[in-house]
């Protein structure tokens, strides 16, 4: 039988108002069919939160490590850093609050570190509409990483992707120490994409890839399912790749070049086909406004 990776849990929170998700996030880590070895519950900038999980949660579940306050930045970067320093397993698992893990999760996303090559491992983001059977009509399946989710493209069983999700996601433990954890300088989301880049180029040959039977069901909340979040999300979105190429090069997106050929392009046809036209201004729109944002970003016109 394969050993499999010791592995921390990372589960950054910083409002109460998920608090019924957090504890679904927390129970299902401790179902898990591989135990962590740790794990560890970072709050960010709220001390009334971290008490409350401190009286709660720790009685029910004794070796949960709660109430580490973040101290630093406030920022998802600056309590997953929180949560690393306090790691010990040799893979550090990140789950966000509101993502539930099936029971196979946590042994599904730490089965290909047996592969020495692997660096970060992606799991699959299921999303959950909030108050909906499915997802708005208007919504393609090629646009879910505006709601954190696993989109159509990600990739297939054990390919090498660029970056995970940072809903549900996994990297090696010294990687993490040795370029630094998460770097809070990078302040436009894509900070995953900005890790395994320099992870990439501390340690050549390190591999990022997907394992699809790593599942959680991520929540959507209603006030993101409607057009003016995805237009924002999209416009952030480009904001963040134009940092990217700042930072790491125009051969950074050759990702976004071959998604936008084979998969918005094959979308649209789809969407017409199907007389889905919600998704042709989706499709089209999308890819506007998130160019656009990148065109801003690169001329420093904001």
Known sequence: MLNLASASVVICAYTEERWD?????????????????????????????????EAELHVRFPTLTVALENTGPSGIGSARNV?????????????????????????????????????????LVTPVWIGAQRAPRWLPPEYFWVMGATWRGFGSDAADIRNPIGASMAIRR????????????????????????????????????????S????????????????????????IAKGSTSERHGRGTLMREL??????LTTGVIGSLVTLRLGRVVCLVGGFSTTLTAWIVSRTKKW
Not at 33 to 45: N, R, S
Not at 219 to 237: I, N
């Open 21 to 53: 998700s957090i504890v679904r996030a927390v129970e299902g880590v401790f179902q898990q069919t591989h135990q962590p070895m740790d794990v560890i519950l970072a709050v960010d900038h709220n001390p009334a939160l971290a008490a409350r999980f």
């Open 174 to 213: 010294d990687l993490l120490v040795h370029v630094g954890g998460f770097d809070l300088g990078f302040t436009y989301n894509n900070d995953e994409t900005d890790l395994c880049f320099r992870i990439r180029s501390a340690f050549p040959g390190t591999r990022t890839v997907y394992a699809p039977k």
């Open 258 to 263: 071959d998604y936008c050929v084979r998969y």
């Open 83 to 123: 949560g690393i320093a306090h790691s010990h397993g040799d893979v550090v698992v990140f789950l966000d609050d509101d993502a539930a893990p099936r029971t196979t999760w946590l042994e599904e996303i730490v089965r290909p570190f047996a592969d020495c090559t692997v660096g970060v491992v992606a799991g």
């Open 215 to 238: 599942e959680v069901l991520h929540e959507v909340s209603p006030a993101r399912q409607t057009l003016k979040y995805f237009f924002r999300r999209c416009w952030v979105e480009g």
